[in-house]
């Protein structure tokens, strides 16, 4: 039923598909957190009005297929170079509302140098990350943020500290850029979460458009295909074990300071 219908029987409606998220079936596996930043990510640009100025940037891993959902305009990135391609979107259109949509995999890794000196530099645009602690889309191999003791493909016993390393909190290096004008950890795991997500990612997008330096939001994310868990044990495990190490909550904010 259209908006129209419902009101005209009597109801009221209050959620409905995104005007922006286009109607073809999803490749991501069910209970992954992708699907919920989608769809608020989509919401977002519509309600901003953005629809016509904004350009997304999806480079390699699970996040590379954003552009076959949420209709704006794309540009694909080779792998970790989102923030350099975006870099150039943004100088060259600045009248455009530019942001990136990466996992950790990419954003952490082979992306660490673009992501850490599009930041110092104060870009005007808006990261998305996806810190679901795994490489999701190649067999779940150990990424830069894999936890201490923490079981992957290629850490079959967990991550070791003398041999791997510790976990990578890139989050908190970026707070600690001039260039950055916005930095949150959120997660998309309750209704509640999904409404502080939303607000993150419009305020990081308002930040892009009004050319205030460079907004990052981390979604603490799950993988539950590649933790080898159901959706709802994939959530629990984020809650006891993600969060101790990526504390959700605003990192920083020099447009709207507290």
Known sequence: MTKEEIIAAGGTKVAAKPRLLMDVNMHYCPGCSHGVVHKILAEVIDELGLEDSAIGVAPVGCAVFAYNYIDVDWVEAAHGRAPAVATGLARLNPDATVFTYQG?????????CETIHACNRGENIA?????NGIYGMTGGQMAPTTLEGMKTSTTPYGRRV??????????????ELDGTC??????VHTPAAVRKAKAAIRQALMNARDKKGTS???????CNSGWKMSPDKANKW????????YPLGELKNTVNPK
């Open 216 to 222: 990052f939001v981390e979604i603490v994310s799950t």
């Open 182 to 187: 916005y930095v949150t950890r959120e997660a």
């Open 162 to 175: 003398d041999l791997n390393g510790y976990p990578l909190k890139i989050t908190d290096l970026v707070k």
């Open 238 to 245: 984020m809650e006891e074990n993600m969060f101790e190490k």
């Open 104 to 112: 950790d995999g990419d954003l952490a890794a082979i992306g660490t």
């Open 127 to 131: 990261i998305i990350f996806i810190n």
